[in-house]
């Protein structure tokens, strides 16, 4: 899709109305996490009432409701080497709102109003940060830190953003941007892929805290450096076409300021 039809939005545009919108919660359910019931079912019961279904990538197929009559519908098994299920999660939902989170308990449901506030106050992409005031993170392995903050600093460069977390999973969105953020069948972080297009193709987004709780399974280091690379390929890929003249810009005036008289 040419980035000069998409649906921009900016800081003077008027919020959308205050009418009922729907919510549908897109869970994912990754192959490594082992038996999912355990963390899922305790997970489902704090869906917070806004939310009107449930869609679960991975995990049993068919639907079912829940005892608090939430509706869950599940798509089947997911591995997560590939990333077109996940996509097939985002399209099956039928929410004028999306909410997207791994259902590995280190994401608290209690936290979804917060997301739908900002989307209602007119941002496109609200995103989770762990690294802002009121969020924080149980455990951040030094190497993800060390690569984090490195395609930080890129995607601040190409993009002109400062954000301060860049592959974290738990965002919110309107369901009309689903085909505008489109995935790749590469594997990649969900997340930062979804940061990724929605910075390219110019949302408003919104950081907001979020407190990560301890994962069921950690990154390998292996994981860590091969998804650092895929993100830093989608950085690149997706850059906007004034990216590298402004980084130039920014080169010249730092290159001025250092040479200028005292």
């Known amino acids: 899709m040419s980035s000069d039809s998409h649906p921009l939005r900016r800081s003077t545009d008027r919020a959308p109305g205050s009418g009922t919108r729907t919510v549908s919660l897109v869970l994912t359910v990754r192959s490594g996490d082992g038996d999912p019931r355990p963390v ?6 704090q ?6 279904d449930v869609v679960l990538v991975g995990g049993p197929p068919g639907e079912r409701r829940t005892r608090t009559g939430l509706t869950v519908r599940g798509l089947g098994p997911w591995d997560s080497s590939h990333g077109d299920i996940p996509h097939a999660g985002l399209l099956a939902a039928t929410g004028d709102l999306v909410v997207l989170m791994d259902a590995d308990g280190s994401m ?3 936290e979804i109003p917060h997301y739908l506030h900002y989307l209602e106050s007119g941002y496109d992409f609200v995103k989770g940060s762990r690294f802002i005031a009121g969020g924080d993170s149980a455990d951040y392995p030094l190497s993800r ?3 984090h903050r490195a395609l930080l600093r890129v995607a601040h460069r190409m993009y002109g953003q400062h954000l ?3 592959w974290y999973g738990f965002c919110a969105f309107r369901r009309s941007f689903v085909d505008l953020l ?3 069948e590469d594997g990649v972080e969900l997340g930062a892929e979804l940061v990724t297009h929605a910075l ?6 919104a950081e907001v805290p979020s407190h990560e709780l301890p994962r069921r399974h950690e990154p390998s280091p ?9 993100i830093l390929g989608t950085l690149l890929d997706e850059r906007p076409h004034n990216a590298l003249s402004r980084l130039a810009h920014r080169r010249r005036g730092h290159g001025s300021r250092h040479h200028a008289p005292g």
Do not use: E
């Open 182 to 184: 489109d995935l790749r």
């Open 47 to 52: 869906v917070p009432s806004t939310v009107g």
């Open 200 to 205: 390219h193709y110019g949302l408003r987004v």
């Open 145 to 147: 830190r060390i690569g």
């Open 164 to 166: 301060t977390d860049l």
């Open 40 to 45: 899922l079912d305790p997970l489902l019961g």
């Open 222 to 230: 292996l994981r860590t450096v091969r998804d650092g690379t895929r």
């Open 108 to 110: 608290s449901p209690h």
